[in-house]
């Protein structure tokens, strides 16, 4: 059976998953759920659609183009030259932020995209969570490290980067890697793996998850129509 290689596809996900996310306020995304947190373009601190639009051009144009945080930083200057902008930290540190934030987030959603696709779900049916390996790792994703669960299980949901909880992720260098049946079989007795969700007894919901659904509904009905709708749609693909 020949092997496929599911990252040398055009990265066309991440692309369109930057473009698709809402402008929305500070104010405004403190109150949304994870998953919509997802859906949407924000920067801490900042209330004003005109400075999250062009900051969202340009994260767009660097991901497009492939740029750097330096061809960044250049963007950065600008618009806060245009606008005047006060923001916290040192320009090096807000700026690598923005950028990083949202090039890691969109090129997790890319290869989530990419990885779901049914041809290349037969090929390499298992996913294996790796850490940067280093000592910025922080614990909890370092236990983590080496867990090899099949595609579908329902540990992903919140445990693949930059899904589920949006403040587990922040700064977050975590990673996915396929895996075939084959590759599954030489590993799953091998030191430094674990084919069951770590610290989660059978699988059963942690008790954070009670009450989800109804918590749900309350935010949806307090969101932006847009993003609302986005939202559903997402979840509408994923049934």
């Known amino acids: 059976m020949p092997q496929v290689d599911p990252f040398s596809l055009p990265f066309l996900e991440a692309i369109d998953f930057l473009k698709k996310k809402i402008n929305l306020p500070t104010a405004v995304g403190e109150t949304i759920t994870n998953e919509m947190h997802a859906k949407a373009f ?30 960044f930083r250049k963007e950065f200057d600008s618009i806060v030259e245009k606008y005047g902008w006060d923001y916290k930290g ?16 969109a090129y997790q959603d890319g290869r989530y995209q990419q990885a779901n696709d049914p041809d290349i779900l037969k090929a390499f049916p298992y996913w294996r969570y790796r850490t940067a390996g280093d000592t910025r790792v922080r614990p909890e994703h370092a236990a983590w490290n080496g867990t090899i669960l099949r595609a579908d299980d329902p540990w992903w949901d919140t445990h693949y980067p930059y899904r589920g909880d949006a403040q587990n992720w922040f700064g977050c260098r975590c990673d996915v890697e396929t895996i075939s049946e084959e590759e599954y079989a030489g590993l799953a007795d091998k030191p430094g793996y674990q084919t069951t969700p770590p610290g989660e007894a059978g699988g059963k919901a942690s008790s954070e998850a009670l009450g989800y659904e109804a918590a749900l509904a309350r935010k949806l009905e307090s969101m932006p129509a847009e993003l609302r709708q986005a939202f559903l749609e997402e979840q509408g693909k994923n049934k």
């Open 90 to 105: 040192s320009r090096g540190w807000r700026s690598q932020v923005i950028y990083e934030t949202n090039l890691q987030s």
């Open 42 to 71: 924000t920067i801490a601190g900042e209330m004003k659609m005109d400075i999250l639009a062009d900051f969202h051009t340009a994260i767009n144009k660097m991901i497009a183009e492939g740029l750097t945080i330096h061809d």
